[in-house]
């Protein structure tokens, strides 16, 4: 289990790829040119910003600078899409 401000390793699935890869202005987050959005099973370094007790919210950091926050994540397996794996 991760606590708050550890940082771990996320894994994203298929809906959070979709999220990014609809990414524009009023989102706040921009494309950078030549860096590929993740895809479904990319794994990216996260924070844990807030503990509900076993759930967390992740702020995700993405190439290139960007960052994008998924809420509501469990822990996993290393490589279990939609979850996060701690870093030891």
């Known amino acids: 289990m991760a606590t ?3 940082m771990v390793l996320y894994c994203f699935d ?3 790829a979709n999220v990014l890869a609809q990414r524009g202005t009023p989102t706040g987050n921009f ?3 030549g860096i590929p959005d993740p ?3 990319s794994v990216l370094p ?3 910003v807030h503990d509900y007790g076993g759930v967390h919210d992740l702020k995700v ?3 290139g600078g960007t ?3 998924v809420q509501n994540v469990i822990a996993g397996t290393a490589g279990q899409q939609g979850r ?3 870093v030891v």
């Open 4 to 6: 708050l401000g550890q």
């Open 14 to 16: 298929a809906a959070q």
């Open 31 to 33: 494309r950078l040119g």
């Open 39 to 41: 895809t479904a099973g």
């Open 46 to 48: 996260a924070l844990v």
């Open 61 to 63: 950091f993405l190439r």
């Open 67 to 69: 960052q994008h926050t």
């Open 84 to 86: 996060y794996s701690a």
